[in-house]
């Protein structure tokens, strides 16, 4: 299943889950946002181990303040409710799975 968008309700639900969840802090009109978002798709499709999300910091600028969002895209790794690491402009796929593997791995 490809990344979903979702609230800051269920932002605070996911994040204090089990399962590890990956948020992606994006907005429709960042150019680099929407060259990534393919790759976390992939990722979401890939991985039963893992929770794909989207946050769009235009819908929910509350949240992304709250997160300390000051560069899109950034990614934000939860498991429990505890802040796992988080990448800033990943530049691919491969990027990404390496993040997510030292990550939860730790």
């Known amino acids: 299943m490809a990344a979903r968008n979702i609230n800051a309700?269920?932002?605070q639900q996911l994040i204090l889950?089990?399962?590890?969840?990956?948020?992606?802090?994006?907005?429709?009109w960042c150019g680099y946002c929407r060259r990534i978002?393919?790759?976390?798709?992939?990722?979401?499709?890939s991985r039963?181990?893992?929770?794909?999300?989207?946050?769009?910091?235009?819908?929910?600028?509350?949240?992304?303040?709250?997160e300390r969002i000051e560069v899109i895209p950034t990614l934000l790794l939860?498991?429990?409710?505890?802040?796992?690491g988080s990448i800033v402009a990943p530049e691919s796929?491969?990027?990404?799975?390496?993040?997510l593997e030292e990550a939860l791995n730790e």
């Open 48 to 66: 039963e181990d893992v929770i794909v999300v989207k946050v769009n910091i235009d819908d929910e600028p509350q949240l992304a303040n709250d």
């Open 78 to 84: 939860y498991r429990n409710g505890f802040d796992l």
């Open 93 to 99: 796929k491969a990027r990404i799975e390496a993040f």
């Open 17 to 28: 889950g089990e399962k590890p969840v990956l948020v992606d802090f994006w907005a429709p």
């Open 37 to 45: 978002g393919p790759a976390l798709d992939k990722i979401a499709d």
């Open 9 to 11: 309700k269920e932002y």
